[in-house]
């Protein structure tokens, strides 16, 4: 009874043991996919399940490479591009609105009389969608431009793949 | 029955060293994936972004290592915000920093004014700036509407900073000839003869770029 107890103990183990080199190969080949030269990452969520035909609000992750600021959805200049997020139409997925988050107030070590509105790290932003019945794989879109300290990359926009089943 | 019950306690003792161990290990591996995809990441970006910088032999600030340095600065003929085209051969014989920046670039206004004193300083020697706007790949070839808007926001911007060198429109068909530009501000010093003699990428200090400026007129 005992040795029959320490088996299912072993095999447990090693079950997961290999569960565990599974989930770990599969989260580097992941993070393979995205790792690119962009700023900006999305991280999650890849799927979501909403209800047919009703608004539903879908919380967006998003991650700032590190020593990176991007503008928020409000600068404070005219000439500065704002972060936008939109969805194409005929996705099968339609948004009502976006909320985005206060941007943080920086202040360059050049130019220490002005702040600026940015985001850095990691910022969320809430989009208040409605979806058609089944399963919608929709490439939305997050426009952004990027600076550190001392120089700024041109305006991007990167997808933002999600699956959004409408049940 | 003492060496019986010795048994079982072994081998759970065993199997609990197994499963720490296994523990231990994916953790290790974890935190040792995590490290290597963000020094990864910090790489690909910093090449992406900031080019590639070394340092300068007499010991000044780092430089910008363009591959354009020592060759002669690519030919090009844009139009400027009248409409006239301007070439860059039609200022053989000057020093000229061609500086590409863009009106959503922040760093780039920062150093306008630097540029806007240092030109006025030494245009008597021979020496001109051409700014060059550069918007990225938002702005289509075929976009009117958003040309025109760029247009009168870089007429805005040149008006308030009173820039009295010839500002340029359309760098982005330029910028593949001049390394790619991935971040602005991003100039070049072509001395007298059009070759390249310096290159600076992201907001330095106005001595920096006026040391530059010096080595373009052979000083």
């Not at chain 1, 206060?102 to 208040?128: C, H, Q, W």
């Not at chain 2, 197994?18 to 090449?47: H, K, M, P």
Request: charged share 20%.
């Amino acid at each position: 009874m005992t040795i029959a107890r320490s088996k299912i103990g072993l095999m447990a183990t090693l079950a997961f043991g290999l569960a565990c080199l599974l989930a770990h190969g599969q989260n580097y080949g992941g993070e393979r996919r995205v790792l690119k030269s962009d700023a900006v990452q999305f991280m999650f969520p890849e799927q979501v399940t909403v209800v047919a035909g009703k608004a539903s609000v879908v919380a967006l992750h998003f991650r700032i490479a590190q020593g990176l600021h991007i503008n928020s959805h409000t600068p404070k200049d005219e000439f500065l591009i704002p972060t936008t997020f939109s969805i194409p139409e005929g996705a099968g997925v339609r948004i009502e609105s976006a909320t985005y988050p206060a941007g943080t107030e920086l202040v360059l070590p050049m130019d220490p009389k002005n702040k600026i509105s940015v985001y850095t790290g990691e910022f969320t932003i809430l989009a208040r969608i409605v979806a058609s019945k089944g399963n919608n794989l929709v490439e939305a879109k997050l426009r952004y431009q990027a600076c550190d300290n001392s120089a700024c990359m041109p305006p991007k926009t990167i997808a933002v793949a999600i699956d959004v089943i409408g049940q | 029955m003492k060496w019986q019950r010795s048994i079982p306690l072994k081998r759970n003792t065993l199997v609990l060293t197994a499963v720490l161990f296994i523990l231990a290990v994916f953790a290790w591996a974890g935190w040792a994936n995590w490290e290597y995809r963000q020094q990864a990441a910090e790489r690909l970006l910093a090449s992406a972004a900031k080019g590639e910088l070394v340092a300068d032999p007499a010991g000044g600030m780092a430089q910008y290592a363009s591959p354009l340095k020592g060759k002669p600065a690519p030919a090009f003929a844009l139009e400027d915000l009248s409409g006239k085209k301007v070439t860059l051969a039609s200022y053989k014989g000057k020093a000229v920093l061609i500086n590409f920046w863009a009106t959503w670039c922040g760093p780039c206004k920062l150093e306008t004014p630097w540029l806007v004193e240092l030109r006025n300083k030494y245009a008597g020697q021979g020496f001109e700036i051409l700014g060059v706007s550069t918007e990225g790949e938002d702005l289509k070839k075929d976009d009117k509407a958003g040309r025109d808007k760029d247009r009168a926001a870089i007429g805005k911007f040149v008006e308030q900073m009173k820039v009295p060198y010839p500002m340029l429109l359309d760098g982005d068909s330029i910028s593949q000839a001049y390394g790619g530009l991935d971040a602005m501000p991003t100039s070049f010093f072509v001395d007298r003869k059009g070759t390249v003699v310096a290159a600076q990428m992201g907001l330095t200090s106005e001595s920096d770029i006026e040391s530059n400026i010096k080595k373009a007129l052979g000083e």
